[in-house]
């Protein structure tokens, strides 16, 4: 697979900037990475709630402002996520026949590659990864026209979990269905564990990307505002709201 790159000036951008360079990337594929394309990247403070969800029913919305939030909505489905630096996201993109078979693809090659590191990660169910019972890594899927699929995913290094569970809100019988009461006790950092075995955060993000890619290429200033223009489409408050439906097959 191919690591897609952006110059190290374009790394602040919002979360839907790299959603909209997933999708150009599906979209160009053959071009840009023929084999299949690979990236991580982290971002400000933001949840992402899924395309069918009822944001005011899964997202403290009146916090989320006074703490300077940002919130959006994802053309793929799955549940609300929260994001902050300390939250490694995935976008794992190849050309799809199987929608269950590249889904379950990526999964398996991110629970192996924790595993490689010295960490017990298990696949769970259709969408997470497990670290003694507890998420470590959840992951939605998208369907492009194009033919390429998308799936995308976290990685929880360090993520402030008191924040996320004041962002999140996730009704009671959501949480009692999977045995649990909170949102935070449903996940777990890695970084202890990552602590103990000496690998930082920059090292740990390079293995990463080992893990997957055997090549890299850096999109150019017309690529970039290609992206920039397929992120309109997230900014509308419209779509935010979800008031304009997607048509693309998501899990």
């Not at 919002?14 to 959603?19: A, G, M, P, W």
């Not at 489905?77 to 379950?104: E, H, Q």
């Not at 019972?133 to 194009?146: C, E, H, I, Y």
Request: aromatic share 10%; with cysteine; charged share 25%.
């Amino acid at each position: 697979m191919t690591n897609l790159l952006i110059p190290d000036s374009e790394t602040g951008r919002r979360l839907v900037f790299f959603l909209s360079m997933e999708e150009y990337a599906a979209d160009h594929l053959s071009s840009i990475a023929p084999e299949g394309a690979f990236f991580i990247w982290q971002v400000d403070p933001t949840v992402i709630f899924g395309r069918n969800q009822d944001m005011k029913a899964e997202v403290d919305v009146e916090f989320c402002k006074s703490k300077d939030i940002a919130m959006y909505r994802r053309k793929s489905g799955g549940g609300c996520v929260f994001a902050d630096r300390g939250n490694i996201m995935i976008s794992y993109i190849k050309p799809c026949t199987d929608v269950s078979a590249l889904f379950s693809e990526f999964l398996g090659r991110f629970a192996a590659f924790l595993r490689h590191l010295g960490i017990d990660a298990q696949v769970s169910g259709r969408n997470d990864v497990l670290v003694d019972g507890r998420k470590v890594s959840g992951n939605a899927f998208s369907l492009r026209p194009s033919g390429s699929g998308i799936v995308h995913g976290t990685f929880l290094y360090n993520l402030d979990f008191d924040t996320m569970s004041r962002a999140l809100t996730p009704s009671r019988a959501k949480l009692e269905s999977k045995g649990v009461q909170s949102v935070s006790q449903r996940v777990m950092n890695l970084k202890p564990l990552l602590d103990a075995a000496g690998l930082g955060l920059e090292e740990l993000k390079a293995e990463l990307v080992n893990w997957f890619c055997d090549a890299s290429v850096t999109l150019d200033p017309a690529q970039l505002e290609a992206v920039s223009a397929i992120e309109k489409e997230y900014l509308d408050p419209s779509f935010i709201a979800g008031r304009i439906c997607v048509s693309d097959d998501s899990l």
